[in-house]
DNA sequence: ATCTACTTTCAGTATTCACTGAAACCTTAG
DNA sequence: CTAAGGTTTCAGTGAATACTGAAAGTAGAT
């Protein structure tokens, strides 16, 4: 093996482990961001085979994070023509990633977050205790605000790549 | 005890409950979601006791979290006079806990992935192979957003409530 | 209909992470 | 100094989560 293709290993090894920690401090976990890291720095879609050996997991946990990774969005299944067995393939444009992961964290963060505040919100209405009113009042500014950036996140989450850096820029400028 | 009161006890538990569970969501831990709800409510400052017996946990884990909720800057310890023990206080209001959470969450999460894509990046500068190449390309491309991301982060959490407010009118305008 | 090449599921096991409780450690008061 | 009141640490235990491996399921090919 050439030196060059030495070190592109080295380097890939490199980022599919330290992704696959990182994952871990995000709560996703750490075989799912390893599988996804593997997928995203490879030049074509590849097997289950192909993850179950170079991660060294088994059939099960590579099929259930594969799966995972697909419902998410983050990878997509191709199939080869004259092969039976699926291929999988990442999304690569880091915008688009960026905002399947927005969508998908608003849905397992922000949305439940603003139930319960809506709920508690609305279970201590009309109180005339100050106690009651303060929790009350903090009850509303938490889900006023959780609401809010809920409306944020949907709107950056559905604009163009274009748009955002422009929007960016002005914010950073 | 009153109706009312009744009532607000239960939307406070309902609320300490689920706020722990969220916790888990978030990769935060529970007992400490938990802690940092029942502060949110508190009236007045409370102690690690009052603490072990509304959650009905440990000493040590009381502590553990307490502290960790001070480091975070969350949560700010409050001394009484005449008393020796320590007091803790929760920051209430919404747009502060929102700059803390962010600067946190920038440390935990967005800093260290920086240094990875950095190093990945760095190791496969030049490369002449097209795998090599486009190695690179991958690496520098999320490099380059999510070291916007930070700076994003970093404007953000320095902003002041109503600035960001006019920012975000426009936004969802 | 049967074989073959895969995919999917899941009970059991391993690993990781959080919690307990008690001992060690401060700090102030007497 | 010693005692009392309070805080901190940490080894051991328990709970939650992820992973394995093998069996069951599916679908195209013959």
Known sequence: MSDEAQRLKQARDEFVAQWGAMGSQWGINRTMAQIHALLMTAVEPIGTDDVMAELEISRGNAHTNLKELVTWGLVRVV????????????????????TIVTRERKKREIEPALAVLSRCSEGSRGMKSAEGQAFHSQMQQLEEFVGFAS???????????????????????
């Open 151 to 173: 409306k944020v996140a949907d709107r950056v989450g559905s604009m163009k790549h274009g748009f955002a850096v422009q929007l960016a820029a002005k914010l950073l400028g």
């Open 79 to 98: 199939v080869k023509k004259g092969e039976r067995r699926e291929f999988f393939e990442a999304e690569k444009d880091v915008w688009k990633i960026f």
